[in-house]
Nanobody, 111 residues
Framework: QVQLVESVGGLVQPGGSLRLSCASP????????MRWYRQPPGKLREWVAT???????NYADSVRGRFTISRDANKNTMYLQMNSLKPEDTAVYYC?????WGQGTQVTVSS
């Protein structure tokens, strides 16, 4: 089992920005797909974004144009840059790769 370590989330005002990171203890050079998910309060976990080994990215409609997923293979780390945050982005965010989940980090968007 791979233990992924996510950065601390936080409280952000609407319209603000936050960057999450997810560090892997193993090399991510050969990992084909890395993903971010989130679980809003009282709801099921939902997919947010995917980045493929070739750099191709895909986003949920709800975040497209506001969130950016990226990866730094030299640091074995994946990122989620979140801009123009909305209250409905409030959730616990999880990274996912090779059938392993991060521990989850709380992001709260509120004034």
């Amino acid at each position: 089992q791979v233990q992924l370590v996510e950065s601390v989330g936080g409280l952000v005002q609407p319209g603000g920005s936050l960057r999450l990171s997810c560090a892997s203890p193993i090399s991510i050079f050969t990992i084909n797909h890395m993903r971010w998910y989130r679980q809003p309060p009282g709801k099921l976990r939902e997919w947010v974004a995917t980045i493929s080994r070739d750099g191709t990215t895909n986003y949920a409609d709800s975040v497209r144009g506001r969130f950016t997923i990226s990866r730094d293979a030299n640091k074995n780390t994946m990122y989620l840059q979140m801009n123009s945050l909305k209250p409905e982005d409030t959730a616990v965010y999880y990274c996912y790769l090779t059938n392993n989940w991060g521990q989850g980090t709380q992001v709260t968007v509120s004034s």
